[in-house]
T-cell receptor, first 112, second 116 residues
């Protein structure tokens, strides 16, 4: 296992379009997180899954954002009707009960 | 309201000397603290962590100190190497405090430059 994998690495989209990102966690990890990082800031928590259950959602996750983890393995994060303010690095992380969160390389979203 | 603060945006240190990165927190429910290192265009990489039941944890050149009464932690890197140049993030969670939250709260980061 090579760690947490995110796809795509980069995405440029026009304002108003929908985008979807994928995260494949480390295979034995049952917890999966999505974070967002903008320039000059640390990563900000968006949402958390334990297996397929979405247990926490940040108020940053507006109704245009939806995340799923249908079989408790990979996860997708969809942003509908993208806005310029959505431009950021979207980070996925996974962990099991006793380890620290391991992050993927992120998806850089640019909304033009 | 920023619950984890890294007040130094940047730090420059000579190779071979000690680097000290500081972090303050305000939420008394935090009971687990971590340091991550981040290179440009990559995700954060875990460095070292400390539970609130300890005041020091050491791993090779990296040592984290926790002062709960002051709500302050620091990361010491000795000796500093040019490859340590990166942005360092302090993070905290309240996983065992009864708050039931597994999320990490990050500071804004400190950019460390180690000069050869």
């Amino acid at each position: 296992d090579t760690g947490v994998s995110q796809d795509p690495r980069h995405k440029i989209t026009k304002r108003g379009q929908n985008v979807t990102f994928r995260c494949d966690p480390i295979s034995e990890h049952n917890r999966l997180y999505w974070y967002r990082q903008t320039l000059g800031q640390g990563p900000e928590f968006l949402t958390y899954f334990q297996n397929e259950a979405q247990l926490e959602k940040s108020r940053l996750l507006s109704d245009r954002f939806s995340a799923e983890r249908p079989k408790g393995s990979f996860s997708t994060l969809e942003i509908q009707r993208t806005e310029q303010g959505d431009s950021a690095m979207y980070l996925c992380a996974s962990t099991d009960l006793n380890t620290e969160a391991f992050f993927g390389q992120g998806t850089r979203l640019t909304v033009v | 309201d920023q619950q984890v603060k890294q007040n130094s945006p940047s730090l420059s240190v000579q190779e071979g000397r000690i680097s000290i990165l500081n972090c303050d927190y305000t939420n008394s429910m935090f009971d687990y603290f971590l340091w991550y290192k981040k290179y440009p265009a990559e995700g954060p990489t875990f460095l070292i962590s400390i539970s609130s039941i300890k005041d020091k944890n050491e791993d090779g050149r990296f040592t984290v100190f926790l002062n709960k009464s002051a709500k302050h932690l620091s990361l010491h890197i000795v000796p500093s190497q040019p490859g340590d140049s990166a942005v360092y993030f302090c993070a905290a969670s309240a996983v065992n405090s009864g708050a039931g939250s597994y999320q990490l709260t990050f500071g804004k980061g400190t950019k460390l430059s180690v000069i050869p």
